[in-house]
């Protein structure tokens, strides 16, 4: 393999999907068994319509750039070019990308890492308000808006 320098790509990606599905298995566990979380170990429940259907997925991470969107096709290591429709233009490097094969048809989708903006002006005060039988709204800065009554009374009168 060191002799083919164009094909490294394939020694990288090899160990990619096992690695993934692994930190998934990983993560799901420490949810199951945490105090401080309220879920559940995943149960997998598959419908019987979708036991019939052909539904493969595999995720990997953009490792070295393997992964390319050009000329309207995405091209995945070990296999062909496929044609893909972007409903979005893609802004920055693409993190990870988790293919979807259902009935013959291909399917992505796209992570993204995008970095935060931080927050322009910061707020000094804060309000609360509360919805109140009396008044509509009654606010902590002292807003009241009164209820109105006289929508019920007209609406007797028609």
Known sequence: MTRFQEYRFITEYVAAPPHQDARALETAAKNAFSNVRLQRFPK?????????????????????NCIRIENGAISIPKVVLVPIVLHRGLETKNKTVTFQIQTRK??????????????TQLLEKSSGFDINSK?????????????????KQSKEKL
């Open 44 to 64: 997998h429940k598959v419908s019987y319509k979708k036991k019939k259907l052909q539904n493969d997925s595999l995720r990997a991470g953009n490792m070295s």
């Open 106 to 119: 291909f399917g992505f989708s796209i992570t993204q890492e995008e970095e935060c903006k931080t927050a």
């Open 135 to 151: 008044q509509t709204v009654v606010g902590s800065n002292g807003f009241v808006a009164d209820n109105p009554k006289f929508l």
